[in-house]
């Protein structure tokens, strides 16, 4: 699949893209992310790329003309039609049903804003989807557009070394939406406390009881929603049930 990211900033995606596991996405064009920088499409010697708003206000908004010159040259080298991807406060939160939806597509054009934000008429012309991380505002959508390549290139066959890895994911289906249970490792006793026992005993029984009870308890106690997503969709036994029930 292929990414093509507008960014006034490229160069903070090849740190990124060099480092862990996902870099074996990026470097084998499994994920495919090519730069555009809109300042190579803007006029004059300073190549400006935005200008005050109409009306008055702070701040500056990115001006349509650049962005839609880019756009075209984006297209004309693609040749399909990849939706363009803005990254807005307005958007659809990215939750991990989207990022699986986005790992298995023919990728996407990505559209990092910056400023006060960008002329409309752009958006209403060529923005396909937006997308926001959350409830929160960020100075460009440039972690956004890491976040989402992030997610997607981890899904990727081969990017994980151990390819179950990603199906034991908090929110995945293999979970039933759950958050993910607790982990241990060596050595037992740290600092005076010990690894759980169920962990320790061998029975592959009680361990996974002991996994999936403390995967209800989190998920109930940190993101209650989830439990009753599950609930709704006939994913818990009459065990979860049990063990919600006890926990009050």
């Known amino acids: 699949m292929r990414f093509d990211v507008i960014t006034l900033f490229p160069e903070v995606f090849a ?4 480092v862990g596991v996902t870099r074996r996405a990026f470097e084998s064009k499994l994920v495919d992310v090519r730069l555009w920088n ?12 935005d200008d005050r708003p109409f009306g008055g206000g702070p701040g500056m908004v990115m001006m349509a003309e650049p962005l839609a010159r880019c756009f075209a040259a984006i297209r004309a080298e693609r040749n399909d039609d990849a939706p363009l991807v803005l990254f807005s406060p307005v958007g659809r939160k990215l939750d991990h049903a ?10 996407a054009i ?19 989807i937006q997308m926001s991380l959350g409830d929160f505002v960020l100075s460009g959508g440039e972690i956004a557009a890491i976040a989402l390549l992030d997610a997607v290139a981890r899904l990727q066959p081969g990017v994980l070394g151990d390819e179950d890895s990603h199906h034991f994911d908090s929110f995945n289906a293999a979970l039933d939406g759950l958050l993910d249970c607790p982990h ?5 006793v740290w600092n005076g406390r010990a690894a759980p026992a169920e962990l320790l005993s061998g029975h592959h029984a009680h361990i996974e009881r002991w996994r999936r009870d ?3 308890e989190l998920t109930a106690r940190q993101r209650p929603e989830l439990i009753a997503a599950a609930r709704e969709a006939g994913r818990l036994s ?5 063990f919600l029930k006890k926990l009050g």
Not at 15 to 18: D, E, K, L, V, W
Not at 39 to 47: K, Q, S
Not at 184 to 188: D, G, I, Q, S
Not at 238 to 242: P, R
């Open 110 to 128: 990505l559209l990092c804003g910056r400023y006060e934000g960008i002329d409309q008429r752009f958006i209403d012309s060529h923005v396909d």
């Open 214 to 216: 403390r995967r209800l």
């Open 15 to 18: 740190p990124f893209m060099a």
């Open 238 to 242: 009459k065990a979860d049930e049990a």
């Open 184 to 188: 241990y490792t060596r050595p037992e």
């Open 38 to 49: 809109p300042r190579d499409w803007a006029d004059g010697n300073y190549r400006r790329i």
């Open 98 to 107: 989207a990022a699986t939806s986005w790992s298995a597509s023919q990728g």
